[in-house]
Structure formats: structure tokens, C-alpha cells
């Protein structure tokens, strides 16, 4: 999950990162095509939808495409926009300008939200942790825990449930913190 977290945050700030080049390169004058190509060699999100347009094809089809992928769902509001660029002859620049900034807001709300759930996922890790201070505990006072939980068929009956207990609180507290996050 963690992988996946962070793959998805990296996408998100790249798919940010290629819509302001894109939305920059457009301010200054460039021509919507060339911007997309000259913005696909800083912005590698961007690659498919620049080889597809150097070929011929719709960019906004390969843009559609790449949002597919993990954290990358905002190339679907760029291709939108280049949709309705293209549909009615406007300004891309508007279009994709406020994509861009959208985009930029929903990355920024992201990072917060993530921010805040890092407590959450904090106690999950520390929770995975009090067996063990509770083994040392048991060694503080002087008992000898680890031989009752290995040594008799109630020791084996209190590790399992423990085992059990401590890893579907660890697992429950990452599932309660994802779906806080909206992901």
C-alpha cells in the first residue's frame, strides 16, 4: 500500500509539473502541438501523448490513455480541455491554463490530506511494535514470556490471537486512513 501511495503521489506531481509546462509553453505563444512536444522531454507523462501526435493521431486520446495509469488521472482534465479547444476553435491556453491550476490545487489538498494521515498511519506502526515492549515487559518483571507462549497450547493460543489481533489493528488502521484519504 505504501508503494502504491507513493506512486500515486509521484504521478499526481507529475501530471501538475506537465500541465504547467504545457500551460506555459502555450502562454508565451507556442502552438498547441509544439508545446505538448517540447513539454514531453522535461515531462515523460506526457511521451505517449507527444509520439501519438508526431504520428498523426489525437493527443487527447493519448492523454485519455495515460490518465489510466496510477496518480496520472488528471491527463484526463488536459485532455478534456484539448477536446474542447479543438471542438470549438478557442484558446487552448484558458483551457489548459485552468486545468493546470486545478490540477495544482487538487495535488496541494492531496499533500495535506496525506499529511495529516501520516498520525494515523504513525499509531498503525507503533501499534505493530507493543508485543514486542510487552514481551520486554514480561522480562522486566521478572517472568519468562517467551517460554508460556512457545512452551504449552495456551502460550500457542495467546500468539496466534496476539499475532492475529496486532496484525488485523495494523491492517484496519492503513484501510481507515486510505479511505480517509479519498484513495
Request: with cysteine; proline share 3%.
Amino acid at each position: 500500500r505504501r508503494a502504491r501511495r507513493r506512486a500515486r503521489a509521484r504521478g499526481r506531481t507529475e501530471v501538475v509539473r506537465a500541465g504547467e509546462l504545457v500551460a506555459g509553453l502555450l502562454r508565451v505563444g507556442r502552438v498547441p502541438s509544439a508545446a505538448l512536444v517540447e513539454a514531453a522531454a522535461d515531462a515523460p507523462v506526457l511521451r505517449e501523448a507527444a509520439a501519438e501526435l508526431r504520428a498523426g493521431g489525437e493527443a487527447a486520446a493519448a492523454l485519455r490513455r495515460s490518465a489510466a495509469e496510477e496518480g496520472s488521472g488528471g491527463l484526463g482534465d488536459l485532455a478534456a480541455a484539448w477536446d474542447v479547444a479543438l471542438r470549438t476553435g478557442g484558446s487552448l491556453t484558458g483551457a489548459v491554463d485552468a486545468a493546470a491550476a486545478r490540477l495544482a490545487a487538487d495535488d496541494d489538498v492531496a499533500r495535506v490530506v496525506d499529511a495529516e494521515l501520516a498520525a494515523a498511519r504513525l499509531g498503525g506502526r507503533v501499534m505493530a511494535l507493543l508485543p514486542a515492549v510487552g514481551v520486554a515487559l514480561g522480562y522486566g518483571f521478572g517472568g519468562d514470556p517467551l517460554a508460556f507462549l512457545t512452551a504449552s497450547p495456551l502460550g500457542w493460543a495467546c500468539l496466534d490471537v496476539g499475532v492475529a489481533l496486532a496484525c488485523a489493528g495494523v491492517w484496519w488502521i492503513d484501510v481507515v486512513a486510505e479511505r480517509a484519504g479519498g484513495r
